[in-house]
């Protein structure tokens, strides 16, 4: 076992010569394993070992029985040992954590403030690994959720990853050493217990060597993850100016998906499977989809941003009566309305072939005809359309954002007959009886 461990260590560049390593001790069957094992290996690679001891405080008795069990041991070993207590359910009732976490987050905190310039080793075996890959299964992973721990991360190393719990078992008891066994692994109470004793027994019946088989199948998966993470820091690099992406519709989806999710995450802002796909379709599709908040992702197929749009205030009702000639709503825009024959038409279209302008039957239209600004709840059936559409959805599919708030409307005494970039209403479009037309135009001022 450890021949595996050893090339397992070199195999990731985990330890060096020269090396200060500080195994993390809880006085299980893994940590003290750890501990000898790293002790055994001191020869080979000349590097330092250290004992740190976590007293959790949430066994009482039992909680100090472990870290008087550490010292001893270490005072055997000649290893130099400290143990640092957390008052783990205190924290778990403040940040209103389960135990479970409220414990990891403290550990890690605590490797971290008496690390610097060492290496952490924990104790992770592939039992460890198999069941982390089967909660973040459980609870909905990607790629990198379940391809399990790494053996290096930062300063934290974990040589044992290669080995099974039973290796471990089974060397110290060849060994004659003794260790602590933590009552709450007893205990389905926890999620990662009920894995381990309820769900673990059941696949290893189906496969007896499930563990020893896995510790490869999870190697394959950190190296395929390792390459597309690769291929993702690679686009990043070559697409990202700050909260813009530029040239990211080149890459593959996947790749695509983790820049996004890169971005998002180091925003702070939250995603899901669903959001990264709906995300990417509009990178790929351009459009604008809503991330939180007033935090919007925008795209126009090639060069992608996310962006703080505040909301708009829906303008105050402008209105007046047309009249023939310039009308004005806007202080910037002018519509223009005149009253021409057929006759006059052709002069027109014959004269300014490239004019853009709208036509309406003025014989269609019922009572007087009000100009105004958008309003709630408009809708309108269209020239061409046999049913009646919410002007809002209209806009908001067809005119840019910036737009939106200075249309043109016009409308006679059973509703809208225009609506500025969408056209006119069904019943006063002109036909082959049109004798009248009301030609409307609008220029910028």
Request: aromatic share 6%.
């Amino acid at each position: 076992m450890t021949d595996e461990i050893f090339s397992f260590i070199q195999k990731h560049n985990m330890i060096i010569k020269g090396d200060t390593v500080i195994c993390g001790l809880s006085g299980g069957a893994d940590s003290v394993c750890l501990l000898l094992v790293m002790c055994g290996l001191q020869n080979k690679i000349d590097f330092t070992v250290k004992a740190l001891h976590i007293n959790h405080c949430l066994r009482g008795a039992e909680s100090d029985r472990d870290e008087n069990f550490c010292r001893e041991l270490c005072t055997k070993l000649d290893v130099p040992f400290k143990a640092v207590s957390c008052n783990v359910a205190a924290f778990a009732e403040e940040k209103q954590l389960s135990t479970e976490e409220a414990a990891r987050i403290l550990r890690y905190r605590v490797f971290a403030e008496n690390s610097s310039g060492a290496k952490i080793a924990t104790a992770h075996n592939a039992n460890d690994n198999l069941e982390t890959v089967i909660f973040n299964l459980a609870r909905g992973s990607a790629l990198k959720g379940i391809s399990g721990i790494p053996p290096v991360r930062d300063n934290i190393i974990r040589p044992l990853l290669a080995v099974s719990r039973q290796q471990i078992e089974n060397y110290l008891k060849i060994l004659n050493q003794d260790y602590v066994t933590d009552s709450t692994n007893l205990s389905d109470d926890y999620t990662r217990n009920k894995i381990r004793h309820q769900i673990l027994p059941v696949l290893c019946a189906i496969n007896p060597s499930l563990v020893e088989t896995s510790v490869n199948s999870l190697e394959t998966l950190r190296t395929e993850n390792s390459l597309i993470e690769d291929l993702t820091r690679q686009a990043l690099t070559d697409s990202r100016n700050g909260n813009s992406l530029h040239g990211l519709e080149n890459f593959h989806e996947v790749v695509r998906r983790r820049c996004i999710a890169r971005l998002l995450s180091e925003n702070s802002l939250p995603y899901s499977h669903n959001r990264l796909a709906e995300t990417d379709s509009i990178l790929i599709n351009g459009g604008k989809i809503n991330i939180s908040g007033d935090i919007f992702f925008i795209s126009d197929g090639h060069s992608a941003e996310l962006k703080k749009i505040p909301p708009v205030s829906e303008p105050e009702n402008v209105s007046a009566e047309l009249r023939n000639g310039e009308n004005s709503i806007f202080p910037d825009r002018k519509l223009l309305c005149e009253i021409i024959s057929g006759e006059d038409l052709q002069k027109i279209q014959s004269v300014h072939k490239k004019l853009t302008f709208y036509l309406l039957d003025y014989d269609k239209i019922v009572g007087r005809v009000i100009l105004r600004n958008r309003r709630f709840g408009d809708r309108i059936k269209l020239q061409g359309n046999n049913f009646t559409s919410s002007v809002k959805k209209l806009i908001n599919a067809k005119v840019p954002s910036d737009q939106r708030q200075r249309l043109h409307f016009l409308e006679d005494q059973n509703g809208t007959v225009f609506a500025e970039k969408l056209g006119i209403a069904e019943r006063v479009a002109p036909d082959n009886k049109t004798v009248r037309f009301m030609k409307i135009s609008i220029k910028n001022k």
